[in-house]
C-alpha cells in the first residue's frame, strides 16, 4: 500500500502509471482562494505540476494495481505475485 497527501488536488487532476517497474503518480494542482472584507479583495492563486516515480519489486502484480483517492489522501493498492515454490524432480532409472 502507497499513501500520498495531496491536497486540494481532485481524482481527475491525478495520473498513475506503470512501466518497466516504476510507478509513476503525477498531476496538476489549481487551488484559488478569494477572500473578501470590507476595502479589501485578496485572490491567490497556486498552481504547479507534480510527479513521483517508485521504483518497485519484480513481485508486484502489476496488472492488479488500483487507486483510489479521499480526502486529499491517494492510496495505492500494490499486490504481490504469488511465489512460486520450488518443486522436486523424480529422477527415473532407464
Known amino acids: 500500500m502507497l499513501r500520498a497527501d495531496l491536497?486540494?488536488?481532485s481524482a481527475e487532476d491525478i495520473d498513475i502509471s506503470m512501466d518497466k517497474g516504476l510507478?509513476?503518480?503525477?498531476?496538476?494542482?489549481r487551488e484559488e482562494k478569494n477572500e473578501k472584507a470590507e476595502g479589501l479583495h485578496r485572490i491567490e492563486r497556486a498552481t504547479g505540476k507534480f510527479y513521483r516515480r517508485f521504483s518497485l519489486p519484480e513481485t508486484v502484480n502489476s496488472d492488479g494495481i488500483s487507486a483510489r483517492s479521499a480526502n486529499g489522501i491517494v492510496e495505492v493498492?500494490?499486490?504481490k505475485q504469488p511465489?512460486?515454490?520450488?518443486?522436486?524432480?523424480a529422477v527415473e532409472a532407464a
Open 23 to 29: 510507478l509513476t503518480i503525477s498531476g496538476e494542482r
Open 83 to 89: 511465489q512460486v515454490q520450488a518443486r522436486r524432480i
Open 77 to 79: 493498492s500494490i499486490p
Open 7 to 9: 491536497p486540494g488536488v
